[in-house]
T-cell receptor, first 116, second 113 residues
Framework: NAGVTQTPKFQVLKTGQSMTLQCAQDMNHEYMSWYRQDPGMGLRLIHYSVGAGITDQGEVPNGYNVSRSTTEDFPLRLLSAAPSQTSVYFC???????????????FGPGTRLTVT | AQSVTQLGSHVSVSEGALVLLRCNYSSSVPPYLFWYVQYPNQGLQLLLKYTSAATLVKGINGFEAEFKKSETSFHLTKPSAHMSDAAEYFCAVIQNRDDKIIFGKGTRLHILP
């Protein structure tokens, strides 16, 4: 049971380049989310999904796209990277709202992205 | 809309002293509340959660938190700080099953020898 995995761990992009941050979970969780973490800003929600085929925007969705074709995977795409997207990105998945583990969210180790 | 406010972006305590990290929430209905810890260069780890059962919740590493509806607070405490407690702590709230989990801005805890 690997939990939530993210790749890559580090990435440097030039302005205007595109890339996809990968996220996968093996806990059969319905809910998955992407957050960005910036100093003094806490974690801000970018996009989230309540199940395969369903996605929605969070607080800071501009410049990012997501899709959820399977329960396991939730990739985050940067279409045209900007320096303002320099951040640490965390993927998370959440257990169903019942039982002892209700609402517990599990985080991946993060991807540190620098856009120059 | 639901939100959480963490008072103090940095808190310093001496080793062995009481740890108190403050969190206030705003929610129109009884929420579910969480505390997470983040050690340097790592992801977030759940410390404890409140889901409308007991108002005093015990978590890992000796931490506990008390839900006080009258004060809309969910402060995190630990009787005796240890050097290994140095980390960033996040309070979070969710209102119902389909809602997003919203995080506070975090409090960095420093432990003084």
């Amino acid at each position: 049971n690997a939990g939530v995995t993210q790749t890559p761990k580090f990435q440097v992009l030039k302005t205007g380049q595109s890339m996809t941050l990968q996220c996968a979970q093996d806990m059969n969780h319905e809910y998955m989310s992407w957050y960005r973490q910036d100093p003094g800003m806490g974690l801000r929600l970018i996009h989230y999904s309540v199940g395969a085929g369903i996605t929605d925007q969070g607080e800071v969705p501009n410049g990012y796209n997501v899709s959820r074709s399977t329960t396991e995977d939730f990739p985050l795409r940067l279409l045209s990277a900007a320096p303002s997207q320099t951040s640490v990105y965390f993927c998370a998945s959440r257990s169903t709202p019942s039982g002892q583990g209700a609402y517990e969210q599990y985080f991946g180790p993060g991807t540190r992205l620098t856009v120059t | 809309a639901q939100s959480v406010t963490q008072l103090g972006s940095h808190v310093s305590v001496s080793e062995g002293a009481l740890v108190l990290l403050r969190c206030n929430y705003s929610s129109s209905v009884p929420p579910y509340l969480f505390w997470y810890v983040q050690y340097p260069n790592q992801g977030l780890q759940l410390l404890l959660k409140y889901t409308s059962a007991a108002t005093l919740v015990k978590g890992i590493n000796g931490f506990e938190a008390e839900f006080k509806k009258s004060e809309t607070s969910f402060h995190l405490t630990k009787p005796s700080a240890h050097m290994s407690d140095a980390a960033e702590y996040f309070c979070a709230v969710i209102q119902n099953r389909d809602d997003k989990i919203i995080f506070g801005k975090g409090t960095r805890l420093h432990i003084l020898p």
